[in-house]
C-alpha cells in the first residue's frame, strides 16, 4: 500500500480499505486489559545491546529506514528491526497485536486509527516522552494531527504532498489538448459545461474513436477515459468538498458533507461517470482504488487525480512522457488534502528508553529525511523536505504543483470510531457512484449512517 494514504473508502481503501477495521468497544476492553503484556522480550529496560521491533506498510519506506538506521543503531546500541505488514492485513494485524500485547516497539499510524489506541493507554505520551528541544522541524498541523485530549501521541515521520493530475502527453497531443491548456481546468457544480469536462470529453474515446460529444458514441465500450472521478476520499471527494466550500467533518468529529455544496461537489462526480461518461464506471472502481491508476499507466487514461503515493508506480510503469499539474479550479479554490503519517511507541513495551530515542530520530530531520532523499515520500520533518523535491527534480520530474497547499485543502479523516464511520459512510456512497439511488439523499443517508457508527 503507497505511503501514508488516507482510507479511502473503496479498497484500497477500504483506505479503501481492503479491511481496515475500527477497534470495537470490545476491542478497546480488550486493549486496557492487556497492559501488563510485553512488545519486546529483549532486555528489562536497559538500552545497552537492545532490540526494538519498528513496524510500517511501505516497502520502499522499510528499505530507506533499513539503510538510514545503520547510523542510529552505531550512534545509540540500538539495534531496530523493521516489520513490514502489507496494507491489506495491517489495522487488523495492529489491532490484535496491541490487543494481545505483543505489538511493536514503534509503528506507523494514521489518524483514523491513534484516537482509540491513545484512548485505551496503548501508546507512549508524546509530550512527556520528547523534548521541546527535540522537536525542531514538527509542524503544528502535524502535532495537531496526532493530539487527543490535549496531549501529542505520535511523532510526524511522513507529510502527504497535495494531490495533483497526472497527465499522458501522448495522449493529449492526439486530442489536440496541449498542457498549457490544462492550467486552466476548472469545474462548477452549476454549469452546464465546463474547462474540466470540456477537456476530459476530448479526451475519451470509445473503440470506434468517438467522444462523448459525437451523437453515435459507445458508453458501453470506452477504450480511453479522460479523467478518474470515483469514489476516492484522498484523492477524488476530499479535494472536491473543500473546492466547493463544504466540509468532511466538524471540529467533534461528525461528518457534514452532506451540506448543500458538498452535495453538489459529489453530484458533479458522479455526473462525470454516469452522465458524461469520462470517468470509469464505479462497478471497476468502488472495490479496485488501483483500477484508475493501472489504466493510466497501460495508456487508457489521459489525467489522473491521485497523490505522491503514486509518483513511484508511474515512474517505473508508464512507457510515455508524463508530467503533472495542479488540481482543477473549483468555485471556491482548488482544495486538496492536509495529511501526515505519524510514528507511534507502544505504551507496553520494555524497552521504553531506546522507544523514545527512536520516535525523536523519527521526527528529526534525519530520520524522516531518509525517506526524501530516496524518494520514498515527503519527509514529515519540514527542515528536511527540499530533499524529497530535489530527488525527484534529479529524476526528470517536476513536482511543484504537489508542493503547493490551497487554502480549502481539508484534513484527513480524524476522530475516534473514525474507521467504522468510514466504513458506514462506504456503502451508501456506493450506490450514489453506482447512479442507483438519487445523490442527495443517498449522500444524506451516507452520512446519517457515518454519524451512527461513530457515536453508536
Known amino acids: 500500500y503507497p505511503m ?57 519506506a522499510a528499505a530507506a529506514y533499513e539503510e538510514a538506521l545503520k547510523d542510529f543503531t552505531a550512534e545509540t546500541g540500538i539495534s531496530v528491526k523493521i516489520e513490514q505488514v502489507a496494507w491489506a492485513d495491517y489495522w487488523t494485524n495492529l489491532r490484535n497485536d496491541i490487543a494481545s500485547g505483543s505489538a511493536p516497539d514503534v509503528f506507523w499510524t494514521n489518524s483514523s486509527n491513534f484516537v482509540d489506541y491513545a484512548a485505551a493507554g496503548k501508546l507512549v505520551n508524546i509530550d512527556e516522552a520528547i523534548a521541546s528541544s527535540e522537536r525542531a522541524g514538527w509542524s503544528e498541523a502535524a502535532v495537531a494531527q496526532y493530539s487527543s485530549q490535549g496531549t501529542a501521541w505520535g511523532v510526524p515521520a511522513l507529510a502527504d504532498p497535495n494531490i495533483a493530475v497526472y497527465y499522458n502527453k501522448s495522449l493529449l497531443d492526439a486530442a489536440g489538448v496541449s498542457v498549457d491548456d490544462l492550467a486552466s481546468l476548472a469545474w462548477d457544480p452549476t454549469a452546464s459545461s465546463d474547462t474540466l469536462r470540456e477537456i476530459a470529453t476530448k479526451l475519451t474515446l470509445d473503440a470506434a474513436g468517438k467522444t462523448p460529444a459525437d451523437a453515435d458514441f459507445d458508453a458501453s465500450n470506452i477504450v480511453q477515459f479522460g479523467y478518474n472521478a470515483a469514489l476516492d476520499l484522498q484523492a477524488i471527494y476530499l479535494p472536491y468538498l473543500g473546492a466547493n466550500g463544504a466540509t468532511y467533518q466538524d471540529a467533534d468529529g461528525q461528518f457534514t458533507f452532506a451540506s448543500e455544496a458538498g452535495v453538489q461537489a459529489f453530484g458533479y462526480l458522479v455526473d462525470l461517470i454516469n452522465t458524461s461518461h469520462v470517468a470509469p464506471s464505479a462497478a471497476d472502481t468502488n472495490d479496485n482504488g488501483d483500477f484508475s491508476r493501472d489504466q493510466f499507466i497501460q495508456g487508457k487514461m489521459a489525467l489522473f487525480q491521485s497523490g505522491a503515493y503514486n509518483l513511484a ?16 479550479q473549483g468555485p471556491q479554490g482548488r482544495g486538496g488534502v492536509t495529511n501526515y503519517t505519524a510514528a507511534a511507541g507502544s505504551a507496553d513495551s520494555r524497552q521504553a528508553e531506546a522507544v523514545t530515542k527512536l520516535l525523536a530520530w523519527l521526527g528529526s530531520a534525519e530520520g524522516s529525511g531518509a525517506l526524501g532523499k530516496t524518494g520514498v515520500g515527503l519527509p514529515g520533518n519540514t527542515g528536511a523536505q527540499d530533499t524529497w523535491s530535489a530527488y525527484w527534480k534529479d529524476a526528470g520530474v517536476d513536482v511543484s504543483a504537489m508542493m503547493e497547499i490551497d487554502d480549502t485543502a481539508l484534513p484527513g479523516p480524524f476522530g475516534a470510531k473514525i474507521q467504522a464511520g468510514m466504513e458506514a459512510t462506504g456503502e451508501s456512497l456506493k450506490e450514489v457512484f453506482l447512479g442507483r439511488v438519487d445523490v442527495a439523499e443517498g449522500v444524506k443517508a451516507a452520512q446519517d449512517a457515518g454519524n451512527a457508527a461513530i457515536n453508536g
Open 4 to 60: 501514508s494514504r488516507l482510507p479511502a473508502i473503496s479498497r484500497r481503501d477500504l483506505i479503501k480499505v481492503g479491511g481496515v477495521g475500527a477497534v470495537t468497544a470490545v476491542g478497546l476492553s480488550m486493549l486496557a486489559a492487556c497492559g501488563s503484556g510485553s512488545s519486546s522480550d529483549s532486555g528489562s529496560g536497559s538500552d545497552s545491546a537492545s532490540e526494538i521491533t519498528f513496524r510500517l506498510w511501505d516497502e520502499q
Open 313 to 328: 508506480n508511474i515512474k517505473d510503469g508508464a512507457s510515455f512522457e508524463w508530467g503533472i499539474v495542479k488540481l482543477p
